[in-house]
Nanobody, 118 residues
Protein backbone atom coordinates (compact mmCIF):
# COMPACT_ATOMS: atom_id res chain seq x y z
CA UNK A 1 0.00 0.00 0.00
CA UNK A 2 1.20 3.50 -0.81
CA UNK A 3 0.82 6.01 1.99
CA UNK A 4 0.83 9.79 1.70
CA UNK A 5 0.80 12.09 4.70
CA UNK A 6 -0.45 15.66 4.49
CA UNK A 7 -1.52 18.51 6.71
CA UNK A 8 1.79 19.64 8.12
CA UNK A 9 2.80 23.26 8.37
CA UNK A 10 3.78 26.10 10.65
CA UNK A 11 1.67 26.75 13.73
CA UNK A 12 2.06 28.76 16.90
CA UNK A 13 2.44 27.04 20.25
CA UNK A 14 -0.96 26.20 21.66
CA UNK A 15 -2.45 25.80 18.23
CA UNK A 16 -3.78 22.76 16.40
CA UNK A 17 -3.12 20.82 13.23
CA UNK A 18 -4.73 17.79 11.68
CA UNK A 19 -2.57 15.36 9.75
CA UNK A 20 -4.10 12.93 7.32
CA UNK A 21 -2.70 9.75 5.83
CA UNK A 22 -4.24 8.67 2.57
CA UNK A 23 -3.75 5.27 1.02
CA UNK A 24 -3.70 4.32 -2.62
CA UNK A 25 -3.70 0.87 -4.02
CA UNK A 26 -5.74 -0.82 -1.35
CA UNK A 27 -7.89 -0.30 1.68
CA UNK A 28 -6.32 0.39 5.05
CA UNK A 29 -8.82 -1.80 6.84
CA UNK A 30 -6.39 -4.73 7.09
CA UNK A 31 -3.54 -2.64 8.44
CA UNK A 32 -2.47 -1.61 11.90
CA UNK A 33 -1.53 2.04 11.49
CA UNK A 34 0.69 4.43 13.36
CA UNK A 35 2.22 7.86 13.29
CA UNK A 36 5.92 8.25 13.92
CA UNK A 37 7.85 11.48 14.16
CA UNK A 38 11.47 12.50 13.96
CA UNK A 39 12.45 15.78 15.59
CA UNK A 40 15.55 17.56 14.25
CA UNK A 41 18.68 15.74 15.35
CA UNK A 42 16.76 13.08 17.27
CA UNK A 43 15.66 9.50 16.84
CA UNK A 44 12.42 8.54 15.19
CA UNK A 45 9.69 7.61 17.68
CA UNK A 46 6.24 6.12 17.51
CA UNK A 47 3.73 8.54 18.99
CA UNK A 48 0.34 7.04 18.18
CA UNK A 49 -1.10 3.81 16.83
CA UNK A 50 -4.49 2.35 16.03
CA UNK A 51 -5.61 -1.21 15.45
CA UNK A 52 -7.23 -2.46 12.25
CA UNK A 53 -10.76 -1.84 13.48
CA UNK A 54 -9.90 1.20 15.56
CA UNK A 55 -10.80 -0.39 18.89
CA UNK A 56 -7.29 -0.19 20.34
CA UNK A 57 -5.13 2.90 20.38
CA UNK A 58 -1.72 3.74 21.76
CA UNK A 59 -0.18 7.10 22.61
CA UNK A 60 3.30 8.01 23.71
CA UNK A 61 3.38 9.84 27.03
CA UNK A 62 4.65 12.93 25.27
CA UNK A 63 1.40 13.35 23.30
CA UNK A 64 -1.19 11.63 25.50
CA UNK A 65 -4.18 13.87 26.11
CA UNK A 66 -3.25 16.23 23.26
CA UNK A 67 -3.20 14.04 20.15
CA UNK A 68 -5.94 11.76 18.82
CA UNK A 69 -5.51 9.10 16.15
CA UNK A 70 -8.57 7.96 14.21
CA UNK A 71 -9.68 6.09 11.13
CA UNK A 72 -12.04 7.31 8.45
CA UNK A 73 -13.19 4.21 6.66
CA UNK A 74 -15.16 6.09 4.01
CA UNK A 75 -12.17 8.20 3.05
CA UNK A 76 -9.64 5.37 3.58
CA UNK A 77 -7.51 7.61 5.75
CA UNK A 78 -5.92 7.61 9.17
CA UNK A 79 -5.82 11.01 10.81
CA UNK A 80 -3.90 12.58 13.67
CA UNK A 81 -5.54 15.50 15.43
CA UNK A 82 -2.89 17.49 17.27
CA UNK A 83 -3.99 20.03 19.86
CA UNK A 84 -2.12 22.21 22.35
CA UNK A 85 0.98 21.98 20.23
CA UNK A 86 4.35 22.66 21.82
CA UNK A 87 7.70 23.62 20.32
CA UNK A 88 8.95 20.12 21.13
CA UNK A 89 6.33 18.71 18.73
CA UNK A 90 8.36 20.16 15.87
CA UNK A 91 9.30 17.19 13.69
CA UNK A 92 8.75 15.37 10.46
CA UNK A 93 5.70 13.16 10.88
CA UNK A 94 5.36 9.82 9.12
CA UNK A 95 2.33 7.70 8.46
CA UNK A 96 3.19 4.02 8.84
CA UNK A 97 1.36 0.73 8.50
CA UNK A 98 1.70 -3.02 8.81
CA UNK A 99 -0.53 -5.93 7.97
CA UNK A 100 -2.42 -7.14 11.00
CA UNK A 101 -0.17 -9.73 12.69
CA UNK A 102 3.02 -8.59 10.98
CA UNK A 103 5.97 -8.21 13.35
CA UNK A 104 6.91 -4.65 12.43
CA UNK A 105 5.77 -1.59 10.54
CA UNK A 106 6.98 -1.91 6.98
CA UNK A 107 4.81 0.46 4.96
CA UNK A 108 6.17 3.98 5.24
CA UNK A 109 4.78 7.08 3.65
CA UNK A 110 6.53 10.29 2.81
CA UNK A 111 6.75 12.53 5.85
CA UNK A 112 5.05 15.83 6.43
CA UNK A 113 6.82 18.57 8.35
CA UNK A 114 5.32 20.24 11.40
CA UNK A 115 6.92 23.33 12.88
CA UNK A 116 5.63 24.81 16.12
CA UNK A 117 6.84 28.31 16.89
CA UNK A 118 7.04 29.46 20.48
Amino acid sequence: VQLQASGGGLVQAGGSLRLSCAASGRTLSGYDMAWFRQPPGKERERIAAISTRGYVTYYADSVKGRFTISRDKAKNTVDLQMNSLKSEDTAVYFCVGKRNGAPRYDQWGQGTEVTVSS
